[in-house]
């Protein structure tokens, strides 16, 4: 079966097999290893194996890093280290690798177990969303409450424990993996409280200095014994979602691809049934949010907006390593690169196809599977892009290889696949809007969607 297996990469869930290759949070063999310091030469060893690792299993690293700047800073790293480190403090060192690889599929996992224990034992991380603004401007993304105390949708965050935002955005988008600066402060967004503690340690107390959005200043204190909550006038919405705007135009608002494909395809068979019954002219896909997942949902989706049969991808690039060779290792051998046109055609679907108007919002956090789905739309003409331009590259690494460094067991992920999008394009850039609209700070106040808006402005004036 021709399958592209992507990563979400943001909160790090995969559906594929439970392989050790693929398998994302695995336990920890050895769990003292939690408590335990790592000497000098085990940590100096565990970069070598992580630049190693990559080296290894990446189908065209020298294109997206410099690899000759990535052996440098991490000979640094290993000259600085001076003292043994817990396996926080080492991939508070160690972590900072990831964005030299530039690219979204390739990065070192944080230490998840650490984490998921701290949050066992009753500790809280960073309570509040947030969007990232003009590379540095952290805005709280919805109006929250706790007792007496509240916070503002479109309030800016100056500094967090006396770091302030421009110190934070750049120290930790250096944390996360991504083809562009833009992406990495994207994703270090999308899972802040994560990265937060990841690299800097704040967990539990928080002490935030906002400026209001009447313009003044002023310092709240969180603690851990605080219960934030999202007030009425701000929601969530579910995941995977269909609502209609007016009595024409509707949304099917994704949040991500990371779900049973079975499931998907019973979501999706209804919605777009309820969608032929209520005579929905226009379809609005918004994947803004949606960081990836598993294309086989993307397959399934664009059936019911293709007019044409079509392909998800053109061609794809396989780097091979011990774990993908194939049975009795038919593929080849280690090192070698294979190349592959994709000959499997999908055909539109029979029942209930929309043949409506439909657009695609996208963002620069739309990634993975998310960016098949926007370059199989586009490049087939399928539907009208709106949004803006995505931080990940039109044609994307895939399929990667999870690896536990030796002594620290941090956990690597590094793509082995490169993908081509439907139309050949090889331009080294992100996936482009017809129409560019990007949410200003106003709009994050107001909860108001531009992009929603534009379009509907857009269909009144045809």
């Known amino acids: 079966m021709n399958r592209i297996v992507l990563l979400l990469s943001f909160s790090l869930l995969l559906i594929s097999c439970k392989q050790a290759h693929l398998d994302i949070f695995p336990e920890l063999a050895d769990p003292s290893l939690v408590d335990r310091k790592l000497t000098i030469e085990e940590m100096k060893e565990d970069i070598d194996a992580l630049i190693e690792g990559a080296i290894l299993r990446h189908p065209d690293l020298s294109a997206y890093a410099d690899i000759d700047k990535l052996k440098t800073v991490a000979n640094k790293y290993k000259s600085e280290l001076k003292k043994d480190m817990t396996r926080v403090e080492f991939y508070q060192v160690i972590g900072k690798l ?21 949050k066992k034992q009753g500790h809280r991380a960073f309570p509040l969303e947030v969007v990232i603004k003009n590379n540095s401007d ?13 916070i503002f949708a479109g309030s800016e965050i100056l500094s967090i424990n006396g ?16 083809e562009t600066r833009h992406l990495r402060e994207q994703i270090v967004a999308r899972r802040f409280s994560t990265v937060l503690w990841a690299a800097l340690g704040f967990i539990d107390t928080f002490e935030i200095e906002l400026l209001s959005i009447n313009g003044k200043k002023r310092v709240v204190q969180i603690s851990e014994e605080e219960n934030w909550q999202l007030t009425k006038q701000s929601s969530v919405p579910k995941a995977h979602h269909f609502r209609k705007i007016n009595s024409t135009v509707g949304v099917l608002y994704l949040a991500h691809f990371d779900i049973d494909p079975d499931e998907f395809e019973l979501n999706i068979d209804k919605i777009f049934a309820k969608i032929q019954k209520q005579n929905i002219e226009t379809l609005i896909i918004d994947i803004r949010d949606n960081p990836g997942g598993n294309t086989d949902t993307v397959t399934y989706l664009a059936r019911y907006l293709a007019s044409k049969p079509f392909r998800l991808v053109s061609s794809i690039r396989e780097k091979l390593y011990k774990e993908n060779r194939g049975i009795l290792n038919y593929k080849g051998e280690i090192g070698e690169v294979l190349a592959e046109n994709w000959d499997k055609w999908e055909k539109p679907v029979k029942e209930n196809r929309f043949t409506g108007k439909a657009y695609l919002l996208i963002s620069p956090i739309s990634y993975s599977a998310a960016i098949v789905l926007a370059t199989t739309l586009k490049d087939n003409e399928f539907a009208m892009l709106v949004g803006e331009t995505t931080g990940g590259f039109a044609n994307q690494t895939a399929q990667g290889n999870l690896f536990n460094l030796p002594n620290s067991q941090l956990r690597a992920y590094i793509a082995t696949r490169m993908l081509v999008r439907p139309n050949e394009d090889l331009t080294r850039k992100g996936v482009e809007p017809d129409h560019q609209v990007q949410s200003s700070v106003a709009d994050i106040q107001a909860q108001r969607d531009a992009a929603i808006e534009f379009i509907l402005t857009l269909e009144e004036a045809e």
Request: glycine share 6%; charged share 10%.
């Open 98 to 118: 990831s964005h030299h690889f530039n690219d979204g599929h390739s990065f070192l996992i944080w230490p998840y177990q650490e984490f998921t224990q701290l």
């Open 138 to 150: 952290i805005h709280i993304k919805h109006t929250y409450k706790s007792e007496n105390k509240s």
């Open 163 to 178: 770091v302030s935002s421009l110190q934070l955005v750049a120290a930790l988008q250096q944390y996360t993996g991504g």
